[in-house]
């Protein structure tokens, strides 16, 4: 299995982290890292059949933060280079899915859908409007992506149990969903 994906834009980048999961959605905090690497591309060697994976990738600066985790990709749908991308395997639309699990604890996933490539922000506002978290803000490929909330703000503490809303801006699309995190 070859999974591609493009280069860090921050120019604080030191390498790349690449997990691997037996099961759709999962979470990447769990696991450690297959690999650490500077290229944009792996391949991986699989002994075993009858097993699907799933895998997702990360950045890490210099000081040791990471960013979030890309969305995810199996060798049914591995992406190797954007020339492997055609328009048929394109969205044709934007789009802000609901959240999965939701109610959640202790982390949720996020899925939405870009036609072209643009600029787009997800944050996350508590029920009085303050914003929690940032997960994204950046330039983003066309395509399916997903992002996973862990719960927490953008401090790193835990969130309490309640109502959230989840906001996409992706060039002049915007949309909202709500989300509940019970503990």
């Known amino acids: 299995v070859t999974i591609e994906w493009t280069d ?3 120019g604080d980048f030191n390498y790349f982290h690449v997990y691997r999961g037996t099961e759709e959605y999962f979470d990447a905090s769990l696991v450690q890292p297959i690999v650490k690497l500077i290229d944009t591309k792996y391949t991986d060697e699989l ?3 009858g097993e699907k994976y ?3 990738v990360s950045a890490v600066d210099f000081s040791g933060n990471e ?3 890309s969305g995810e990709l199996s060798e049914d749908n591995v992406v190797t280079g954007v020339d492997d991308i055609s328009a048929n395997n394109l969205p044709n639309v934007f789009n802000l899915e609901q959240n999965y699990p939701n109610p959640f604890n202790p982390s949720t996933y996020i899925r939405y859908q870009l036609p072209k490539s643009v600029n787009v922000t997800i944050n996350i506002y508590n029920i009085t409007g303050s ?4 997960l994204v803000s950046a330039r983003e490929a066309a395509g399916y992506h997903e992002v996973m909330w862990d719960g927490r703000d953008d401090y790193g503490n ?3 149990s309640g ?3 989840y906001q996409i801006a992706a060039g002049r699309f915007t949309d909202s969903k709500k989300m509940i ?3």
């Open 54 to 56: 799933y895998y997702k």
């Open 47 to 49: 002994s075993t059949t």
């Open 163 to 165: 109502v959230y809303i």
């Open 158 to 160: 835990i969130v309490s």
């Open 181 to 183: 995190l019970l503990k």
């Open 8 to 10: 860090a834009e921050d």
């Open 67 to 69: 960013s979030i985790y």
């Open 131 to 134: 914003r929690v978290r940032t």
